[in-house]
């Protein structure tokens, strides 16, 4: 089965109280769908810095989102992902306030997950994995595909058909 490392905007979407918001709305539904349909097609992973990040805020919307995810093996923090993820944030432009993606895909590339699901397509999209193919090749990493629940149920239904 092929991996993929659940960032935190995942059980974001699909544990917040339904959005009037029509683009949040839908990309809620299509984490919902991807988690009751999909996700048993796959090795799922969270990181401690999605954890973290699930922690913060109102009490219990920060309980519904470690519930959604808390069945799913961890990967732990590393020295090895933290010098990746300083190299990726020079490397991207992230400025510090958002620093944290570059550590989503320093986990990623070090546990060579295959797939980096996100809904967060500012640091997580694909300028970045452009970006990051590039650099990746020629320090010989590896680099996980960076996609939308959408998207990943697209590949896996084109798949299917193949």
């Not at 944290?100 to 060579?112: E, G, P, S």
Request: glycine residues 2%; negative net charge; hydrophobic residues 40%.
């Amino acid at each position: 089965m092929k991996s993929v490392y659940i960032e935190t905007t995942i059980p974001s979407f699909a544990a917040s109280k339904p959005s009037r918001d029509m683009i949040i709305a839908g990309r809620q539904a299509a984490t919902i769908l991807f988690w009751e349909s999909e996700r048993h097609k796959y090795d799922l992973y969270v990181s401690q810095y999605v954890i973290d990040e699930c922690s913060f805020g109102d009490t219990d919307a920060a309980k519904r989102r470690l519930d959604f995810i808390k069945n799913i093996p961890v990967i732990p923090k590393s020295e090895q992902i933290s010098a990746l993820a300083s190299e990726y944030q020079r490397l991207l432009y992230v400025p510090d306030r958002s620093k944290i993606d570059c550590f989503h895909l320093a986990v990623c590339v070090t546990a060579a997950m295959d797939y980096l699901l996100s809904w967060n397509c500012t640091h997580l999209g694909i300028h970045t994995f452009v970006k990051l193919q590039k650099y990746n090749e020629k320090k010989g990493l590896f680099t996980p595909f960076l996609l939308t629940p959408e998207a990943l149920m697209e590949i896996d239904e084109t798949e299917e058909r193949t």
